[in-house]
Nanobody
């Protein structure tokens, strides 16, 4: 599975960004997709995930109500719509994939894309 993330950038606090992750190499519908982020000097943390079958989603408490994860089956991609961004959302964001089961544990994802930088200015 190959993952290609895009959509990062610089935005002011309160603004929005949409990240996308395109997947190839495996039947997309069988993949659970996740977003993680890592800020400088901090460990990688879970942001959101979407199940491989159905539409189950899970969010970190810190982004709940502000971020929305969704799947575009026709494009073999998953998006993360980020609204009401805060300076503490600044991080490198990574998309990841695993077969079927949704998970918030980064260690359970064998496939990773390159990161995309999100910077939120105050």
């Amino acid at each position: 599975v190959q993952l290609q993330a895009s959509g990062g950038g610089l935005v002011q606090a309160g603004g929005s960004l949409r990240l996308s992750c395109a997947a190839s190499g495996r039947t997309f519908g069988s993949l659970a997709m996740g977003w993680f982020r890592q800020a400088p000097g901090k460990e990688r943390e879970f942001v959101s995930a979407l199940s491989g079958v159905g539409s189950s989603t899970v969010y970190a408490d810190s982004v709940k109500g502000r971020f929305t994860i969704s799947r575009d089956g026709a494009k073999n991609s998953v998006s993360l719509q980020m609204n009401s961004l805060k300076p503490e959302d600044t991080a490198v964001y990574y998309c990841a994939a695993r077969v079927m089961r949704i998970s918030s544990n980064a260690n359970e994802y064998p496939y990773w894309g390159q990161g995309t930088q999100v910077t939120v200015s105050s």
